[in-house]
């Protein structure tokens, strides 16, 4: 068990880990070297490289929260949306754009700091490029 005394912790297994990413980094030279064509080819920035994969971020999401918050309509308030049609798609065009700006931005905003850290850190440890999934 982790955090009984006399057992390892699993914090130290990872800082253990990491030392070893760190020392096998330098040896083979990938500390040293750019990572950010892995993300974003064709942008010199972070920033610019995912401002571009937004769209594509906007069409996923919509493609989740379409359905998610159609189908409940149609299922348990198809009454009220048949009695007021422009109210309903309104409500419902606010409740998708929110959802989809929310995973939209929350995705955008992650890859960009892992983009960041790794061009920061040049590619050392567990933000190397062949480390990150």
Do not use: N
Request: glycine content about 6%; some cysteine; charged content about 15%.
């Amino acid at each position: 068990m982790s955090g009984l005394p006399g057992s390892a912790s699993s914090a130290l297994f990872t800082d253990r880990y990491e030392l070893t990413m760190v020392a096998a980094a330098l040896a083979d030279g990938t500390a040293h070297r750019r990572c950010t064509v892995a993300w974003h080819p064709g942008h010199e920035s972070c920033v610019s490289g995912h401002l571009a994969t937004l769209p594509e971020l906007v069409k996923r999401a919509l493609r989740i929260y379409i359905p998610v918050h159609l189908l409940p309509l149609l299922l348990f308030k198809l009454p009220v949306a048949v009695k007021k049609p422009a109210s309903t798609v309104a409500k419902l065009s606010v409740s998708v754009a929110k959802s989809t700006a929310f995973l939209s931005t929350a995705v955008f905003l992650c890859k960009l700091t892992i983009c960041v850290l790794r061009a920061q850190t040049r590619c050392v440890g567990l933000l190397r490029g062949d480390a990150v999934v």
